[in-house]
């Protein structure tokens, strides 16, 4: 399933693909966020932290009327406040959406799968 946008010029088709890979670069730039996670762990393996090419397996896009509803995985660093990088990741996956494909999120949801200690 594609996002379609009608313009004046014509169709525009946005593929779940590119959607998911402009949602996982945004979400992977927020400081305290180790990766993205599967949304399906145990079938894609438990401890997977995904490369950008298969960040589509850790987000979910369903058109809605006003806009999109993004589901986003992901795993978080061990000592920062969760709440706090979670709603970062809101609002960069909101403003890259928007600046990048001119498509708007009506809702950002993001589930966090799990907690890693980060080395640095």
């Known amino acids: 399933m594609a996002v379609k946008i009608q313009n ?3 169709n525009i088709d946005i593929s779940n693909e590119v959607i998911a890979t402009v949602v996982g670069g945004a979400a992977t730039e927020i400081f305290g966020i180790v990766g993205m996670a599967s949304k ?3 079938r894609d393996n438990l401890n997977e932290i995904l490369k950008r090419d298969n960040y589509s397996k850790g987000v979910v896009i369903r058109q809605e009327d006003e806009g999109i509803a993004v589901d986003v995985y992901i795993i978080v660093g061990y000592g920062t406040k ?3 990088v979670c709603r970062n990741v809101q609002d960069k996956v909101k403003y890259n959406l928007d600046s ?3 498509i708007t999120a009506e809702s950002v949801n993001v589930i966090v799968q799990g907690v890693r200690v980060i080395n640095d």
């Open 82 to 84: 969760i709440s706090e």
């Open 40 to 42: 399906n762990q145990v």
């Open 8 to 10: 004046q010029f014509g």
């Open 100 to 102: 990048m494909l001119g």
